[in-house]
């Protein structure tokens, strides 16, 4: 298994998780990390990225306020920092990797459509109103 995720949970609206992404792909800054989450019914959404070479990242405009993504290279682990949570973030919350920009995000433009390389297993988050 080359990602594993892990933070999920059932919180209240208004509280926070840390997700976790634990990367056992090598080497780890020859990919881009990307979060997206699936809630049920609805499409795939993309809610971030953060490039290997440099730290570099971006979060979706409808979530940059709320969300962050970063990433610890000795342990080889993106986080995706979760705040001011509502119901309707509830959703299956996937990291992905990304290898086809030699280590960089995809462009956020098509962030949504780009395949990565490799998924996660997905983690719950729930939020309850």
């Known amino acids: 298994v080359q990602l594993v995720e892990s933070g999920g949970g059932l919180v209240q609206a208004g509280g926070s998780l840390r997700l976790s992404c634990v990367v056992h792909l090598f080497p780890f800054d020859n990919f881009a990390i990307s979060w997206f989450r699936q809630a049920p019914g609805k499409e795939r959404e993309g809610v971030s990225c953060?490039?290997?070479?440099?730290?570099?990242?971006y979060v979706a405009d409808s979530m940059k306020d709320r969300f962050t993504t970063s990433s610890d290279n000795a342990k080889n682990t993106v986080y995706l920092q979760l705040n001011t949570l509502s119901p309707e973030d509830t959703a299956v919350y996937y990291c992905a990797a990304v290898n086809g920009f030699s280590g960089y995000c995809p462009p956020d433009s098509i962030h949504n459509e780009y395949e990565p390389d490799y998924w996660g297993q997905g983690t719950q988050v729930t939020v309850s109103a």
């Open positions: 953060i490039s290997g070479p440099d730290g570099n990242s």
